[in-house]
């Protein structure tokens, strides 16, 4: 019996991974998009910072432009290690610093700008959650651009759908038509959740519910990756926990489940201030 024919797929973009190249040194698209996240980011966290009431000075959000690459980098690389591919770094720990070959964890480095975060609060005197409503506005800019890398790179790329009218052959996998869940992630945790914090930050009530746009975040983060999921390949190394979940649904389940402890936390509790008078 012949095989069923496969449908017209979206022709992968061929794009070199390296962006520029002179002479030995070469800049990657995954370096520009981390670049381009913390500061566009920045840019954005400048603006935010100064409405009322205002949290940070312009200094201050120029000074945590450090502390967020370092969390950002620092925790991102060590997520990986210890939750996606511990057993491989302990027998090669000379290649757990090497993250110009690949590997970086969102969730990793979500618990390394916390960190970020408290200790630089805790020094400058600012309030920690309100600091973290104004990161998780910002946070969608990093997601959405390190996504496209992702997708440019043909890394961490969907599952085999040959009935897919949009589906790619992505050149580093095996030559089946498949989901481009790089783009549903870009779509969903970058460009939905940017405009849904940003429409929300606009809401005085919801700037005087400290807490809220950390929850929001939380949630949206949480339900997307654990949605598209299902359609991305898991990692070859891990393949399915327990033979029904991945384990980047394993880390969202937590995450939703704190963003909704923020949520009710933050509107059980009278404002931080009087919105009336501070919009």
Known sequence: MSAAPVLATVPFPAIDPVAIQIGPL?????????????????????????RPPAVLTHDQADDFLVWASLGVVLGGRLGYVLFYNLSYFLGRPSEILMVWQGGMSFHGGFLGVIIALLIFC???????????????????????????ANFINGELYGRPAPDLPWAMVFP??????????????????????LVVTAVLFRVAAVRARRGTLIGVFMIGYGVSRFLVEFAREPDAHLGYLFGVITMGQVLSLPMILAGLGFLAWAWSRPPAWTPDRAA
Do not use: N
Not at 126 to 146: R, T, V
């Open 26 to 50: 070469a800049v990657r698209w995954y370096a520009l998009a981390y670049i381009a996240g913390l500061l566009l980011g920045w840019l954005w966290l400048r603006r935010l910072g100064r």
């Open 122 to 148: 805790r020094r400058k005197g600012i309030h920690p959650l309100a600091m973290g409503d104004l990161l998780a506005c910002i946070a969608p800019i990093g997601l959405f651009f390190g996504r496209i």
């Open 172 to 193: 580093t996998a095996d030559g089946q038509p498949r989901h481009p869940s790089q783009l549903y992630e870009a779509a969903l945790e970058g460009l939905l959740l």
